[in-house]
Protein backbone atom coordinates (compact mmCIF):
# COMPACT_ATOMS: atom_id res chain seq x y z
CA UNK A 1 0.00 0.00 0.00
CA UNK A 2 1.85 3.71 -1.01
CA UNK A 3 1.60 5.94 1.61
CA UNK A 4 3.20 9.67 1.22
CA UNK A 5 3.70 11.53 4.74
CA UNK A 6 4.83 14.86 4.71
CA UNK A 7 6.19 16.79 8.00
CA UNK A 8 8.27 19.53 9.62
CA UNK A 9 5.99 22.97 8.83
CA UNK A 10 6.23 25.22 11.05
CA UNK A 11 5.74 28.77 12.13
CA UNK A 12 8.80 30.99 11.25
CA UNK A 13 10.06 34.88 10.44
CA UNK A 14 10.57 36.04 7.40
CA UNK A 15 13.82 34.95 6.23
CA UNK A 16 13.97 31.74 7.82
CA UNK A 17 14.54 28.48 6.88
CA UNK A 18 12.67 25.32 6.89
CA UNK A 19 12.97 21.74 5.59
CA UNK A 20 9.74 19.78 5.15
CA UNK A 21 10.76 16.15 4.52
CA UNK A 22 8.56 13.45 2.26
CA UNK A 23 8.32 10.28 2.82
CA UNK A 24 7.23 7.99 0.20
CA UNK A 25 6.68 4.04 0.48
CA UNK A 26 4.97 1.28 -1.06
CA UNK A 27 6.22 2.08 -4.64
CA UNK A 28 8.98 -0.42 -4.14
CA UNK A 29 11.52 -0.54 -6.69
CA UNK A 30 9.45 1.63 -8.97
CA UNK A 31 11.33 5.47 -10.68
CA UNK A 32 9.03 7.62 -8.26
CA UNK A 33 8.52 11.15 -9.28
CA UNK A 34 7.79 13.35 -5.93
CA UNK A 35 6.13 16.86 -6.46
CA UNK A 36 5.90 19.46 -3.50
CA UNK A 37 2.60 21.74 -3.74
CA UNK A 38 1.03 24.14 -1.69
CA UNK A 39 -1.94 25.92 -1.04
CA UNK A 40 -2.92 29.33 0.68
CA UNK A 41 -6.19 29.96 2.17
CA UNK A 42 -8.52 31.15 -0.94
CA UNK A 43 -5.95 30.05 -4.12
CA UNK A 44 -5.78 26.67 -5.78
CA UNK A 45 -3.43 24.25 -5.22
CA UNK A 46 0.29 25.35 -6.77
CA UNK A 47 3.35 23.23 -7.62
CA UNK A 48 6.56 24.59 -5.99
CA UNK A 49 9.09 21.89 -6.70
CA UNK A 50 9.18 18.00 -7.78
CA UNK A 51 12.15 15.60 -8.01
CA UNK A 52 12.40 12.66 -9.93
CA UNK A 53 14.27 9.86 -7.58
CA UNK A 54 15.76 8.09 -10.75
CA UNK A 55 17.75 10.59 -11.97
CA UNK A 56 17.51 13.33 -9.28
CA UNK A 57 16.09 15.57 -11.93
CA UNK A 58 15.02 18.72 -9.97
CA UNK A 59 11.93 21.19 -10.81
CA UNK A 60 11.02 24.75 -9.23
CA UNK A 61 8.37 26.86 -9.66
CA UNK A 62 9.43 30.06 -10.52
CA UNK A 63 8.55 32.07 -7.31
CA UNK A 64 10.92 29.54 -5.51
CA UNK A 65 13.81 29.63 -7.89
CA UNK A 66 17.22 29.72 -6.15
CA UNK A 67 15.60 30.06 -2.38
CA UNK A 68 13.90 26.28 -2.62
CA UNK A 69 15.79 22.94 -3.69
CA UNK A 70 15.15 19.48 -3.40
CA UNK A 71 17.11 16.57 -2.01
CA UNK A 72 17.27 12.65 -1.64
CA UNK A 73 17.70 10.42 0.81
CA UNK A 74 16.89 6.91 -0.94
CA UNK A 75 17.85 4.98 2.28
CA UNK A 76 15.35 5.97 4.00
CA UNK A 77 12.68 6.92 0.75
CA UNK A 78 12.37 10.41 1.71
CA UNK A 79 12.48 13.66 -0.31
CA UNK A 80 13.13 16.83 1.29
CA UNK A 81 12.31 20.51 0.48
CA UNK A 82 14.76 22.98 1.95
CA UNK A 83 13.22 26.64 1.71
CA UNK A 84 15.47 29.53 2.43
CA UNK A 85 14.63 33.05 2.37
CA UNK A 86 10.98 32.73 3.46
CA UNK A 87 8.28 35.49 2.90
CA UNK A 88 5.31 35.73 4.24
CA UNK A 89 4.38 35.09 0.92
CA UNK A 90 5.34 31.49 1.51
CA UNK A 91 2.88 31.07 3.66
CA UNK A 92 0.81 28.06 3.16
CA UNK A 93 -0.24 24.38 3.36
CA UNK A 94 2.71 22.07 1.72
CA UNK A 95 1.47 19.24 0.54
CA UNK A 96 3.60 15.79 -0.53
CA UNK A 97 2.47 14.18 -4.32
CA UNK A 98 3.65 10.57 -5.77
CA UNK A 99 3.72 8.86 -9.37
CA UNK A 100 5.64 6.35 -10.78
CA UNK A 101 7.74 7.55 -14.30
CA UNK A 102 8.90 11.00 -15.08
CA UNK A 103 6.82 14.39 -16.20
CA UNK A 104 8.20 17.19 -18.26
CA UNK A 105 9.06 20.33 -17.33
CA UNK A 106 5.68 21.63 -18.86
CA UNK A 107 3.97 18.56 -16.59
CA UNK A 108 5.33 18.48 -13.43
CA UNK A 109 3.16 21.01 -11.44
CA UNK A 110 -0.19 19.30 -12.98
CA UNK A 111 -1.97 18.29 -9.71
CA UNK A 112 -4.24 15.55 -11.53
CA UNK A 113 -1.32 13.78 -12.74
CA UNK A 114 -0.24 12.29 -9.24
CA UNK A 115 -2.24 9.84 -7.98
CA UNK A 116 -0.87 9.44 -4.28
CA UNK A 117 -1.08 12.69 -2.21
CA UNK A 118 0.09 13.20 1.80
CA UNK A 119 -2.30 15.11 4.16
CA UNK A 120 -0.40 18.89 3.98
CA UNK A 121 2.14 20.29 6.76
CA UNK A 122 1.32 23.93 7.82
CA UNK A 123 3.98 26.79 6.74
CA UNK A 124 3.55 30.18 8.31
CA UNK A 125 5.94 32.81 7.67
CA UNK A 126 5.64 35.99 9.56
CA UNK A 127 6.58 39.28 8.71
Known amino acids: QVQVMESGGESVEAGGSLTLSCVVEGYGSARIFVGWFRQAPGKEREGVAA????????YYADSVEGRFFCSLDAGKNTVYLHMNHLKPEDTAAYYCAARTGPLSTDLWYRTELYPDWGQGTQVTVSS
Open 51 to 58: LFTAARNT
